[in-house]
């Protein structure tokens, strides 16, 4: 269990300095700033620079906050040093941020992506500010997701390796960068994506994101809790698209039960053409049997269109009678899908973060972030900061190799717990593909907020 911590700024002269250079990165990302023990911003020289020779921006981040008392030796177990990970302590560490912006040597407009970017940037500057008991040096790389620049920096870190690596954005990139990180022994975070492939027996790589594997077994698990088998429908695409979506769920079924089931959950076919006629009945026979759950396991950005036509034709057949459907995080970021329909439809949804609004420190964060930023933070800004956070105190109280001996462990944070497991795609036990966050919420819009639903 991580200490709380105090998101207060700074009360010198330095709180000017440091919030216009991140004013600036919000509306510009064009400019690179080094920051040094949160006491002074370094502007460097202007220079013009030849398009065609464009180099890699790193932006640098620097505290120095000390423990007062040494952390006591943790014993290595077998099974640890059967991978050659030992607790490693060392008086400094370096964090190497690939961050997946796209800097020009233009003003980039902030879109959507970039503006999740700089939120998440934003975010891990934040938790810069706070007192960490460690030192280190945080370099910013901007990979502008494509492949060479990453190939650039790479070749970079090589001559002067980090002792951690926050991956970039797209599967290929984060593919690449594991694998130079168990070459070189460099535990690698991967915020952003969920893959079982990405690595192969690389205990040093560490997905942020559950699987989709996890995500069924939280949404079953649930229904399980709350259900009876015959409540239950499985929806999918009447044209045999979803068949692996339904194996995975029934599989996850079987696992989670306590005996072997003679009868999975049934589907409930769906066919588009019905969804799209405003005049079709496509529900009404399902809630006639009094079915109490409808899960939709979509959760590609490509499957938005098929949630909400799903949400939106439910709620036109509810007629007043009681169910829950249970969805994946597409149904939450899904511009089209509004909090009345959530509410309406009593939408149940699995997902790794969960910005509780009535948290004090959520609170504070708030306040902090619009008073350095003159903007509210998103989703992505209170991930930033709760990583960077985690990865420090990781630091602090493990090593580098913190993500491994921090197995088991919960960790709660202010916007999500963490707890990291390692995953093996095989029966094949003695290494792992990969360590994994497998903690998740499920949470509901009730009233007025979201609340997290009991899991027991």
Not at 41 to 59: G, L, M, N, W, Y
Not at 153 to 158: D, G, R, S, V
Not at 223 to 235: M, P, S
């Amino acid at each position: 269990m991580t200490s709380a911590r105090s998101l207060r700024l700074p009360s010198n002269g330095s709180n000017w300095c440091f919030t216009l250079v991140l004013f600036l990165f919000l509306y510009s990302c064009s400019s690179t700033t080094t920051s040094s023990a949160r006491t002074k911003v370094i502007k460097p020289e202007k220079k013009v620079v030849e398009i065609e020779e464009e180099v890699i921006a790193v932006d640098t981040i620097t505290w120095t906050v000390v423990s007062e008392e040494e952390f006591p030796p943790i014993e290595t177990s077998g099974s640890v040093a059967s991978y050659g990970l030992e607790r490693i302590e060392k008086e400094h560490y370096r964090i190497a941020l690939l961050l997946p912006m796209k800097i020009k040597q233009d003003v980039p407009s902030l879109d959507a992506i970039n503006r999740k970017f700089a939120d998440f940037y934003a975010g891990i500057k934040m938790a810069a500010q706070t007192d960490h008991d460690v030192r280190a040096q945080v370099d910013v790389y901007y990979t502008d997701r494509e492949e060479a620049k990453l190939d650039e920096i790479l070749n970079e870190l090589q001559y002067n390796l980090p002792d951690v690596i926050i991956a970039s954005y797209t599967s290929k990139l984060i593919a690449k960068t594991a694998a130079f990180g168990a070459a070189n022994r460099i535990p690698v975070i991967s915020p952003w994506k969920s893959s079982p492939t990405i690595a192969k027996e690389n205990v040093f790589y560490l997905q942020m994101r559950p699987n989709i594997e996890h995500y069924y077994k939280t949404i079953i698990k649930h229904v399980q809790q709350n259900y009876l088998k015959d409540e239950v429908r499985i929806v999918q695409r009447l044209d045999g698209s979803d068949r692996a979506k339904t194996g995975l769920l029934h599989k996850v079924q079987e696992e989670l039960s306590e005996l072997p089931i003679s009868k999975p959950y049934e589907v409930f076919d769906v066919e588009l053409d019905s969804l799209m006629n405003a005049e079709a009945s496509v529900f009404d026979t399902a809630l006639v049997q009094d079915v109490k759950a409808f899960i939709v396991p979509h959760f590609n950005n490509t499957d938005e269109s098929f949630v909400y036509t799903c949400l939106r034709k439910m709620y036109g057949e509810k007629m007043g009678r009681d169910f829950q459907v249970y969805t994946m995080p597409v149904a939450l970021n899904s511009e089209r899908i509004d909090i009345n329909l959530l509410k309406n439809l009593s939408v149940r949804t699995a997902e790794f973060r969960f910005p509780n609004k009535e948290n004090p420190e959520v609170q504070q964060f708030r306040k902090s972030f619009f008073e350095t930023n003159g903007l509210l933070p998103k989703a992505d800004a209170y991930y930033g900061y709760d990583l960077m956070s985690f990865i420090l105190e990781g630091l602090g109280s493990n090593g580098q190799y913190f993500h491994y001996f921090m197995a088991g462990e919960d960790i709660d944070l202010m916007q999500m717990n963490v707890h990291i497991q390692p995953f093996y795609k095989s029966e094949d036990k003695d290494y792992p593909d990969f360590m994994v966050n497998d903690h998740l919420y499920i949470i509901e819009y009730v009233d007025d907020h979201f609340e997290v639903k009991d899991i027991r």
